[in-house]
């Protein structure tokens, strides 16, 4: 079925069910963490900025926080500089730093913003350097310029969420000598998202969430407390890349976030679906003490 197949009663019924969500979420803060391989589709990266503008045109206030592997590491390949990983994050030199706060800070966080604009939203690019949002000084002499947080100061955001644009945050941390930092999305969107006290946090992924079986689609875990997820992590459950993933999700409960979703950024609408529907799309992780019927 498409969209020209759908009657008008067919659309206002679509939209009558999806309002107790919207109320739900009304004046409330979502964190988006939009990166890896979720980015390198143009269709799929379009339909996401549109899921985003009309989250916020429904008055959801969104914070959409980005990586920008893939095109650090295609710039880098340009420059003639190999990308190597230790424990999954990028080892980068002060060259290497130069290029991916250009990266980051500039093609990808502008193009965000610019699909964001044209599709009616309203935008505004900033980095974590940007009124020293992100304080970072370096994670581990091995992996050079790449960033721990020390703090983060979201009164930019929360300046520009009240004044009505959709703040699209790069991952570029400093400290107070000048350096710049590389830092992993992941934790950035979960210390945004907890010193925010948003609503919840989307974590888009290349997979449908957690399973319990890596193999098995089906055996996808459709939410899960903080408790639970630390007897999977005992049980090798999660494992390889979703650790980190997972432990950030963790971080971001337990800093005060509601609920965090890990879904499938490669399925069309992934965020409405979850967002404003019963289906759901991927993963909920909760705390121990999470009532879903709270602020219905």
Known sequence: MTLKDITNAQRAEVLTQALPYIKKYYN????????????TD?????QVMEDIVLLSLVGVKVVLVHG??????????????????????????????????????????????????V???????ISGMDGH??????????????????????????????SGYIPVVSTVGC???????????????????????????????????ILRDKNDINTLIPSLTVSQAAQLFKEGVIE????????CCVDAVLRGVKKVFIMDGRIPHSILVEMLTDEGAGTMV????????EGA
Not at 102 to 112: E, H, R
Not at 133 to 159: C, F, H, Q, T, W
Not at 240 to 247: E, Y
Request: aromatic letters at 4%; one cysteine or more; hydrophobic letters at 45%.
């Open 28 to 39: 409330k803060i979502v964190v988006v963490k939009y990166g890896g391989n979720a980015m």
């Open 42 to 46: 143009e269709s799929l990266k379009a």
């Open 68 to 117: 920008g592997g893939p095109d650090i590491t295609e710039m880098l390949q340009k420059v003639g500089k190999e990308s190597r990983f230790v424990d999954g994050l990028r080892v980068t030199d002060k060259e290497s730093m130069d290029i991916v706060q250009m990266v980051l800070a500039g093609k990808v966080n502008k193009t965000l913003v610019n699909y964001l604009e």
């Open 119 to 125: 599709r009616g939203g309203k935008a505004m690019g």
């Open 133 to 162: 949002m992100i304080d970072a000084s370096m994670k581990d002499d091995r992996l050079g310029y790449v960033g721990k947080i020390n703090a983060v100061n979201v009164e930019p955001i929360v300046d520009l969420l009240q």
């Open 175 to 209: 400290d107070w000598a000048g350096n710049a930092f590389n830092i992993n999305a992941d934790t950035v969107a979960a210390q945004i998202a907890g010193a925010l006290k948003a609503e919840c946090l989307i974590a888009m992924t290349d997979i449908a969430g």
């Open 240 to 247: 390889g890349g979703m650790v980190p993933k997972v432990d």
């Open 286 to 293: 909760t705390g121990d003490d999470y009532d879903e019927n």
